[in-house]
């Protein structure tokens, strides 16, 4: 009886901390259920969505004391769950303002209740603590945007790139699902911290060969939906094809949730695992300079500005996996244990704070293309930049700062984001006797930094482009949309002014980051194994 009442408390608690998901998801539903019987204009379910997302971070905040015990709860709800949820959310925000009127209003329901959808999918991501519930949430952020990337235009170029990006994608998940069950037989169990507990505190790996497998193949799924390479290849095409919003939308939302799913499920679990970490670590390492190497160059070559922000995306994926890097050589952190030397930027930390940077600045620049663009003179190239400034300087001035940003630039946060990046490599020491370590993240940091400049060069294009070449004679007039007028400029400000006051970042990547690799002491009822061969699926159970 007394495990029954504990199991029915468990999961009131585990139900208490998804109702902000549970917030969103209903809405959706109703939203896409009553969609074609309720005849509303785009500005109804717009409205609805931007009022839901507002309602879930108010409810996020409500249940930010609730924590479910980590060796029997399929979710969290720590620091690192609330940041990145609260991250998702107000993105989400963003991109709601920027999709107002870029659906019809036949199709808007699905499309705000398909947007609605992927922002739950990428929250349960966040908080996952189960490698199901893990790729649950991965895959409720794949599924709708399949939807997204048909329903705003329907010819044959979308056609295509939809159809690309669902084989591709659907492929990715088979890599990811190989890779999550390897990862599950290792130790037997499918909560992640418990996993993290047995590989780390009992050195419990029965077959270091499973986890070297899980490793590549779990990389190779994520590695899809961050666009690295050498999965990278379908994003210039799908961007160029795809409405910008949805291109905007890819940018950010897969990256986002790509690199959380990484930092939950592989550093975490593997960071004190002597073989595995090292392995993984020079996976990673080979993955972050090809896929830096090929973006920057790349977009170099690009006239297109879709195809250059889908390589620019490419390039930032790099930057973000320097990161991945790092938090595989950061040890994982014990409450109370003081003997544990912590790096002055965690691998986990510079992820986390790099992204909360690249979503406003993308979205950003993604945005003022929306602004600028009519159905009549759509903006698609650098040439239909010429000139803006010198007649429309506010728009030309917020997508300024957005690529002043993108590039680093201080005092923008996208230079904050590279900087704490490039720091936690710096920063993160090998506790093993190889002497690898060191090397290989100074090496790291050239090479990002030697991609930081040429990655600077595409962008002062656009802003030469903006500010020094003279105007057509037929300009760009930017529609009367004020929501979109709203998020691109909030974005601009915000990247200034955390450029300029970051500390609000770098607390909430601290935090965040210090929970993603903590490993918490077990309580009396989920106690751990005190021996390999003992039942240890207790823990997750």
């Given amino acids: 009886m007394n495990a029954d009442a504990s199991s029915y408390l468990a999961a009131l608690t585990t139900l208490r901390a998804l109702i902000p998901e549970l917030i969103v998801l209903s809405v959706a539903t109703i939203v896409m259920t009553a969609g074609p019987f309720v005849k509303q204009p785009r500005r109804v379910w717009s409205a609805t969505a931007f009022f839901t997302l507002v309602v879930a971070a108010l409810a996020l905040y409500g249940v930010h004391n609730i924590t479910p015990d980590p060796y029997s709860s399929v979710l969290l709800n720590d620091a690192f769950s609330g940041w990145t949820r609260m991250g998702f959310l107000m993105a989400g925000l963003v991109i709601v303002l920027l999709a107002h009127d870029q659906v019809d209003d036949a199709r808007s329901p699905e499309f705000f209740g398909g947007l609605m959808m992927l922002h739950a999918g990428a929250m349960l991501v966040g908080s996952a603590n189960d490698l199901v519930l893990l790729f649950v949430g991965l895959e409720l952020v794949s599924m709708p945007t399949y939807l997204l990337l048909y329903l705003t235009r329907r010819n044959a170029t979308t056609q295509e790139a939809s159809a690309k990006y669902f084989f591709l994608s659907v492929f990715s998940s088979g890599l990811l699902l190989f890779g999550l069950a390897y990862l599950y037989g290792i130790a037997g169990v499918s909560n992640l911290k418990a996993l993290s507990y047995l590989c780390h505190h009992l050195a419990y790996v029965p077959n270091p060969t499973l986890g070297i497998i899980a490793i590549v193949f779990v990389m190779a799924g994520l590695g899809f939906r961050v666009a690295a390479v050498p999965f990278h290849f379908y994003a210039p095409d799908v961007y160029e094809a795809s409405p910008t919003i949805v291109a905007a939308l890819l940018a950010w939302i897969p990256k986002g949730v790509g690199f959380a799913a990484m930092l939950r499920a592989v550093t975490a679990v593997f960071a004190e695992t002597e073989a595995l970490s090292q392995r993984g670590a020079i996976l990673v390492y080979l993955i972050a300079i090809a896929t830096m190497t090929v973006g920057n160059m790349l977009a ?34 014990s409450p109370g244990v003081t003997s544990q030397a912590t790096p002055l930027v965690l691998g986990a930390e510079g992820v986390l704070l790099y992204l909360m940077t690249y979503s406003l600045m993308t979205l950003g620049a993604f945005g003022t293309i929306i602004l600028l663009s009519t159905p009549e003179r759509p903006v698609e190239s650098i040439e239909d930049l010429d000139g803006l400034a010198k007649y429309q300087p506010v728009p030309a001035l917020f997508l300024a700062l957005c690529l002043f940003s993108l590039a680093g630039v201080p005092p923008l946060a996208g230079f904050w984001g590279k900087l704490w990046v490039f720091w936690s490599a710096l920063g993160a020491t090998s506790p093993r006797s190889d002497e690898s370590g060191p090397g290989l993240m100074m090496s790291l940091v050239i090479f990002g930094g030697l991609n930081a400049a040429i990655g600077a060069y595409y962008y002062l294009r656009l802003v030469v482009a903006m500010y020094l070449r003279p105007a057509p004679e037929v300009r760009l007039t930017p529609r009367n949309a004020w929501p979109t007028a709203l998020a691109v400029g909030g974005c601009a400000t915000l990247s200034l002014f955390l450029g300029c006051y970051p500390r609000p970042l770098k607390e909430a990547s601290r935090e965040a980051g210090v929970a993603a690799i903590t490993q918490p002491v077990p309580s009396p009822v989920s106690s751990a194994p005190e021996h390999p061969g003992a039942e240890h699926t207790a823990l997750a159970h």
């Fill in 300 to 333: 170099l070559r690009q006239t297109n500005l879709k195809r250059l922000l889908a390589y620019s995306s490419i390039a930032h994926a790099g930057y973000l996996l320097i990161g991945v890097v790092a938090a595989f050589r950061n040890l994982p952190y």
